[in-house]
């Protein structure tokens, strides 16, 4: 993450996980340092993730980007939102769900050239 960081992209969180929850998994993986923001489903209005999505795009105003994601909710909310769909082979991924992915990667690692290949700029 922090190569992307350096390269100029912003990351953020979008989880279907709880504010406490995720507050919590940032501060022990020390990931407050790369992650401009986190956002908890608990903040949008309902509970599809593509309008979670859509609060950060607002919020920050991005033109172009990426969601990564392990489940279908991820994908859906990049293509809900007019974003490049990262699929990403973590622990709850399934393959059936990541074919709807407009990529598909085994680790974070691979991001980089995903975003360099899809030309989505920092």
Same mark, same amino acid.
């Given at each position: 993450?922090?190569?992307?960081?350096?390269?100029?992209?912003?990351?953020?969180?979008?989880?279907?996980?709880?504010?406490?929850?995720?507050? $919590?998994?940032?501060?022990?993986?020390? !990931?407050?340092?790369?992650? =401009?923001?986190? %956002?908890?489903? @608990? *903040?949008?209005?309902?509970?599809?993730?593509?309008?979670?999505?859509?609060?950060?795009?607002?919020?920050?105003?991005?033109?172009?980007?990426?969601?990564?994601?392990?489940?279908?909710?991820?994908?859906? $909310?990049?293509?809900?939102?007019?974003? !490049?769909?990262?699929?990403? =082979?973590?622990? %709850?991924?399934? @393959? *059936?769900?990541?074919?709807?992915?407009?990529?598909?990667?085994?680790?974070?690692?691979?991001?980089?050239?995903?975003?360099?290949?899809?030309?989505?700029?920092?």
């Amino acid at each position: 993450m922090a190569g992307l960081v350096a390269e100029g992209y912003r990351v953020f969180i979008a989880s279907n996980g709880l504010v406490r929850y995720l507050a $919590a998994i940032v501060e022990y993986y020390g !990931l407050d340092e790369w992650v =401009r923001e986190t %956002f908890s489903i @608990e *903040q949008a209005e309902s509970s599809d993730k593509a309008e979670l999505v859509r609060m950060i795009i607002e919020k920050y105003d991005v033109t172009e980007g990426a969601v990564v994601g392990d489940r279908l909710s991820d994908i859906r $909310a990049a293509k809900a939102n007019d974003l !490049l769909a990262v699929g990403c =082979r973590f622990d %709850f991924a399934q @393959e *059936q769900e990541l074919k709807e992915a407009d990529a598909v990667i085994d680790n974070l690692a691979d991001l980089r050239e995903v975003l360099k290949r899809s030309q989505v700029k920092g």
